[in-house]
Nanobody, 126 residues
Framework: QAQLVESGGGLVQPGGSLTLSCVAS????????VGWFRQAPGKEREGVSC????????YYADSVKGRFTISRDNAKNTVYLQMNNLNPEDTADYYC???????????????????WGQGTQVTVSS
């Protein structure tokens, strides 16, 4: 059974850092682009970042550019989201998703993603 599991969320003070992990099981992640999305209470889900299967392309939303870094370790079937200089506006449930697509592109269009994780909560508060 194909599954994505996120971890690494938690409570952090403004200016702090967290690293989220997204581990795939039941399928090989190296053929998939992976995206990170977030949804704050009362808001729509938004695309935060994505990485192509061959690492050729990455994307960052303007709101996180320069603070977040996406990376992947295909040998571990895992994608990471390093989040630095967090602020309260980053508070949300964070989801990873996998899209079976050609190896050099990625997108944060939610509708095209094949598999989704259950989410991990990130709270930025003093």
């Amino acid at each position: 059974q194909a599954q994505l599991v996120e971890s690494g969320g938690g409570l952090v003070q403004p200016g702090g850092s967290l690293t989220l992990s997204c581990v795939a099981s039941g399928f090989t992640l190296d053929s998939y682009a992976v995206g990170w999305f977030r949804q704050a209470p009362g808001k729509e889900r938004e695309g935060v970042s994505c990485i192509s299967s061959r690492r050729a392309s990455t994307y960052y939303a303007d709101s996180v550019k320069g603070r977040f870094t996406i990376s992947r370790d295909n040998a571990k079937n895992t994608v990471y989201l390093q989040m630095n200089n967090l602020n309260p506006e980053d508070t949300a449930d964070y989801y990873c998703a996998a899209d079976y697509t050609e190896p050099t592109t990625c997108t944060v269009l939610t509708a095209i993603y094949d598999y989704w994780g259950q989410g991990t909560q990130v709270t930025v508060s003093s």
